[in-house]
């Protein structure tokens, strides 16, 4: 199938040949019981459409729409839908409230894509700036550059006039030592994650966006980049075909270009969902922990399909459109192959 085009065929045909693929290795797997793809909403081409990551993506993914509906820019969607994560004081995983780093200091990390001209824009290590997103896409639209970091990209957001904030680092870190402790033996020594959103819009028109935002793992080297913000990692967009996003352990997706692999089975014509599952199964596959990897997906298509996967038992993701706003569980992936 050429990139951009869509075929109507059964799923006995589709499953039945063998697709040519575009990334060495990656074949066309077949359909397990634990994967069959939801018909409902998902084949239902919804537009406009909005999919993040976790419940609390639902206010961001609410935010996206409502501007979307009102005849908004795609790219204020996603920026200011994830301005409610970022501005959630009780989100410990994203914005200013996060986690800090090992050295106290809550370091961001964000991008953004636009479909259209395969746009993007990228920002890590940013310190004391309240919405990350907007620094991404300002790195996007105002200079010839993809990505900045660390002190750079504080400057250049500060220059840009973006909020600034003081935060207190040592109470902030104190405060993440002490529930990290409690929630350490609540886990009975369960390995800690942390939650990033990563959102991905469709618009009526058929354009696709997406962006993503987090304050990284707690306890952090201080400058360590998970996939968040590097561009087929943690979030991937093509206009042609569909986006992806990520969220779990970043360096377990970033080792995989996680979100780039699901776009490039979507372009094989896969499901939105079983994009994600066999991603996950192919990063299992090569990795020596298995599933046990907390790696998890959302992905929507240019036909207005969506879907997840992910490792985490309690990963759930956040789908709103003009009918409806829901989370839906972890669809799971079929690991006996």
């Known amino acids: 199938m050429l990139p951009g085009t869509h075929m109507n065929i059964s799923r006995r045909s589709f499953l039945d040949r063998t697709a040519l693929s575009l990334l060495a290795g990656a074949t066309l797997p077949q359909l397990h019981a634990a994967d069959q793809v939801r018909t409902e909403p998902s084949e239902a081409g919804e537009k406009p459409l909005v999919v993040s990551t976790w419940p609390f993506g639902k206010a961001s993914n609410e935010a996206a729409l409502k501007i979307l509906v009102g005849g908004g820019a795609i790219l204020d969607a996603v920026e200011q839908g994830i301005w409610v994560t970022e501005s959630d004081i009780n989100n410990h995983s994203v914005?200013?409230?996060?986690?800090?780093?090992?050295?106290?200091?809550?370091?961001?990390?964000?991008?953004?894509?636009?479909?259209?001209?395969?746009?993007?824009?990228?920002?890590?290590?940013?310190?004391?700036?309240?919405?990350?997103?907007?620094?991404?896409?300002?790195?996007?639209?105002?200079?010839?550059?993809?990505?900045?970091?660390?002190?750079?990209?504080?400057?250049?957001?500060?220059?840009?006039?973006?909020?600034?904030?003081?935060?207190?680092?040592?109470?902030?870190?104190?405060?993440?030592?002490?529930?990290?402790?409690?929630?350490?033996?609540?886990?009975?020594?369960?390995?800690?994650?942390?939650?990033?959103?990563?959102?991905?819009?469709?618009?009526?028109?058929?354009?696709?966006?997406?962006?993503?935002?987090?304050?990284?793992?707690?306890?952090?080297?201080?400058?360590?980049?998970?996939?968040?913000?590097?561009?087929?990692?943690?979030?991937?967009?093509?206009?042609?075909?569909?986006?992806?996003?990520?969220?779990?352990?970043?360096?377990?997706?970033?080792?995989?270009?996680?979100?780039?692999?699901?776009?490039?089975?979507?372009?094989?014509?896969?499901?939105?969902?079983?994009?994600?599952?066999?991603?996950i199964r192919r990063i299992a596959r090569q990795d020596p922990k298995g599933f046990e990897l907390s790696v998890n997906f959302v992905a929507l298509d240019k036909q207005g399909r969506f879907g997840a996967a992910g490792t985490d038992q309690g990963f759930a993701y956040s789908v709103t459109s003009p009918k409806a706003s829901r989370v839906l569980p972890n669809p799971g992936v079929d690991r006996s192959k």
Not at 170 to 182: H, S, T, V
Not at 206 to 234: M, N, Y
Request: glycine share 16%.
């Open 95 to 279: 914005g200013l409230s996060g986690t800090p780093n090992a050295a106290g200091v809550v370091q961001l990390d964000a991008c953004i894509m636009y479909g259209p001209g395969h746009q993007a824009g990228s920002v890590a290590g940013l310190e004391g700036i309240r919405h990350p997103i907007s620094a991404a896409r300002r790195v996007m639209e105002k200079t010839k550059h993809v990505m900045l970091v660390g002190e750079g990209a504080r400057m250049f957001a500060l220059e840009q006039g973006l909020e600034s904030i003081e935060v207190d680092s040592r109470n902030r870190y104190l405060e993440w030592q002490k529930r990290r402790e409690k929630e350490r033996a609540q886990s009975a020594g369960k390995t800690d994650t942390h939650d990033t959103i990563a959102l991905l819009v469709l618009g009526t028109d058929g354009t696709i966006a997406g962006g993503c935002s987090t304050s990284g793992l707690g306890g952090k080297l201080p400058g360590r980049v998970g996939d968040s913000p590097i561009i087929g990692s943690g979030l991937y967009v093509d206009n042609e075909v569909g986006a992806a996003g990520a969220t779990g352990i970043g360096e377990n997706v970033m080792r995989y270009c996680g979100s780039f692999l699901i776009v490039e089975y979507m372009r094989q014509g896969l499901h939105p969902q079983k994009a994600c599952q066999e991603a």
